[in-house]
């Protein structure tokens, strides 16, 4: 079933420019155009949608405030001519943030990702347990992280560091517990409370140190169950 979408904005050509691109994916129908976001938040409040094509700026109120003021939100994509709404887009979890004027390469992209996100999302749990990719927020936008590419994840107070492979960083808003939620668990475990790694990088365990690939983390004293459960398994 293709996804429902709706576009809010204050540029009549822009929303021919929008309807004209939905148009070119099957996965995906336009279900009605806005040119000011009060009439847009009220079909919102009585119709259920996917995904929500909006932009920032506009005379009524912002495509910020709209977002902000829904109690069910659909995935968000975010339009604008302007850069310097980018962390309020962040805050509020839109998918992707595209500048003005639109190409199709770009709405390509943002679609795609949109996409993918709502499979993920309606998996059920015994899939989700072998799914192969995370999706978490980074950089005002959703990023998708390959679960075999992950080496390990580490807790920075409010903020979690995914470390990949080739030395490349991903940093999120995000507490250890929620990410631990989204991992399958029968790859991935917590060594410490600073601390995920996956289970089949784990090269030894040894006084309380866990070798990865080319890192050594500790292990705190509440997850010595696991650390005595790999070694009697290997």
């Known amino acids: 079933m293709a996804l429902k979408c709706i576009a809010i904005d204050d540029e009549p050509l822009a929303l021919r420019l929008m309807s004209d691109y939905v148009a070119r994916f099957p996965e995906l129908q336009m279900v009605n155009t806005f040119e000011d976001a009060i009439t847009g938040a009220e079909f919102l409040k009585n119709n259920p949608i996917d995904l929500l094509f909006v932009d920032i700026s506009m005379p009524d109120i912002t495509g910020i405030d709209l977002v ?5 939100k659909p995935m968000v994509i975010f339009t604008t001519a302007h ?3 980018a962390y309020e ?8 943030y595209i500048l003005k004027p639109i190409d199709i390469k770009r709405f390509t992209k943002a679609v795609e990702k949109a996409i993918d996100y709502h499979k993920y999302q309606n998996k059920t749990s015994a899939i989700a347990e072998t799914d192969e990719s995370l999706y978490v927020y980074s950089e005002y936008r959703m990023v998708k992280i390959d679960l075999g ?12 560091k995914i470390h990949i492979t080739n030395d490349k960083t991903i940093l999120t808003l995000m507490p250890m517990k929620k990410v631990l939620e989204k991992l399958p668990s029968a790859r ?8 995920i790694v996956p289970v089949n990088k784990i090269r ?16 705190s ?14």
Not at 89 to 96: N, P, R, Y
Not at 149 to 160: A, C, N
Not at 207 to 219: G, S, W
């Open 149 to 160: 590419t992950i080496e390990y994840i580490e807790s920075m107070e409010d903020y979690i």
């Open 188 to 195: 991935f475990q917590r060594i410490h409370r600073s601390y």
């Open 68 to 72: 902000r003021s829904l109690q069910v």
């Open 221 to 234: 004293e509440s997850y010595n169950d696991f650390a005595r459960n790999w070694a009697k398994h290997k």
């Open 89 to 96: 887009g962040f805050e509020l979890e839109a998918l992707d």
């Open 83 to 85: 850069k310097n709404f």
């Open 204 to 219: 030894s365990i040894q006084n309380r140190k866990v070798q990865l690939t080319d890192v050594e983390l500790p292990v």
